[in-house]
């Protein structure tokens, strides 16, 4: 299916999906980029679609691609931001992983970050990729699976 065509559809979807909540809640914006769908949802009760961490937001987002993949048939991924928390969380862990990541390189002692989600850690990962005197891994099992950001051997 066209992007053009799904856009609309996904509009209709998401904003019955909200109707349905009950709360004070609208789409923003819906835009499709390089296979994602990139929702912003805002409104009185955005905290209440947020939670603790983010938990909430990541739970909300896994079940808006099933629904939207199930009725259109397609492939995609979804990144929902609901009242710029992604985005200033995004920021956030983006200037810790550098600040941490310089701290290894100078101390050459390892830095291990508290559990977080997968989208979480994926970004420290790809923030810190480019940088030649660290690395980084994933240990630990969900849901206390988390990065260490290591000197470069």
């Known amino acids: 299916m066209e992007k053009e065509i799904l856009i609309p559809k996904i509009k209709?979807?998401?904003?019955?999906f909200l109707d349905k909540s009950g709360l004070d809640i609208?789409?923003?914006?819906?835009?499709?980029?390089?296979?994602?769908?990139?929702?912003?949802?805002?409104?009185?009760?955005?905290?209440?679609l947020i939670?603790?961490?983010?938990?909430?937001?990541f739970e909300i987002e896994h079940l808006l691609k099933a629904v939207l993949r199930r009725k259109l048939k397609e492939r995609f991924y979804i990144?929902?931001?609901?009242?710029?928390?992604?985005?200033k969380k995004d920021r956030y862990l983006r200037?810790?992983?550098?600040?941490?990541?310089?701290?290894?390189?100078?101390t050459k002692t390892e830095k291990e970050l508290p559990?977080?989600?997968?989208?979480?850690?994926?970004?420290?990962?790809?923030e810190l990729a480019s940088m030649p005197n660290v690395t980084t891994?994933?240990?630990?099992?969900?849901?206390?699976?988390?990065?260490?950001?290591?000197?470069?051997?």
Do not use: C
Not at 12 to 16: F, M, Q
């Open 26 to 48: 609208t789409l923003k914006k819906a835009e499709w980029a390089d296979q994602t769908i990139f929702l912003d949802l805002e409104g009185e009760d955005a905290k209440h």
């Open 51 to 57: 939670g603790e961490r983010g938990e909430v937001l």
């Open 137 to 153: 891994q994933s240990i630990g099992k969900e849901p206390n699976r988390r990065v260490i950001i290591q000197p470069y051997p």
């Open 12 to 16: 209709e979807i998401i904003s019955e």
């Open 115 to 126: 559990p977080m989600p997968p989208a979480e850690r994926r970004i420290i990962h790809l």
């Open 79 to 87: 990144n929902l931001d609901i009242a710029g928390y992604r985005k």
């Open 95 to 106: 200037q810790l992983a550098r600040s941490l990541a310089q701290e290894v390189a100078l």
